[in-house]
């Protein structure tokens, strides 16, 4: 059995957009890898030190509304939102994607997710092509992050 860390890659934004086009229930973590993560499936409120009933984690899954817009732009603006966790977060942070079960909301209306499946780490290429895509949009959008 291979360690939890050792994931595939995906590397490029249209792969990413291939994975959610064919899954559902997919999600973006940012954090140190899902060696850590799972050893006991919980997230803390950084508010608050609140553990919370599973890993904080995005949505990828499209919405039916966003049809038939390009996954690609639904799937850089995901991860585009929330480019700035590994500098806020610290070495070793980065995105991965999961297949998982929503079991609650954390404080910020995030997704809560148990019965993880790690299914990728995501090469920093990919968030450079996110917002490089995020970038040719009509409309200025900033990242999700907090002054």
Do not use: F
């Not at 957009?17 to 997919?26: K, R």
């Not at 030190?49 to 038939?68: F, H």
């Amino acid at each position: 059995m291979s360690a939890p860390d050792d994931l595939p890659v995906v590397r490029t934004l249209d792969e990413l957009a291939e994975l959610v086009e064919g899954n559902q229930g997919l999600y973006v973590r940012w954090s140190r890898g899902p060696g850590t993560d799972l050893r006991d499936v919980s997230s803390t409120d950084d508010l608050t030190g609140v553990s919370m009933p599973g890993l904080s984690a995005n949505s990828l899954d499209v919405e039916e509304w966003w049809e038939p817009r390009p996954v690609r732009v639904w799937v850089a603006r995901r991860l585009y939102d929330y480019a700035h966790l590994p500098h806020e977060k610290g070495p070793g942070v980065r995105p991965w994607v999961l297949a998982g079960k929503e079991c609650a909301r954390g404080p910020d209306n995030e997704p809560l997710v148990t019965d993880v499946h790690p299914m990728g780490w995501v090469d920093q290429e990919v968030i450079h092509e996110a917002k490089a895509e995020v970038a040719r949009q009509e409309k200025p959008w900033g990242t999700l992050r907090r002054g």
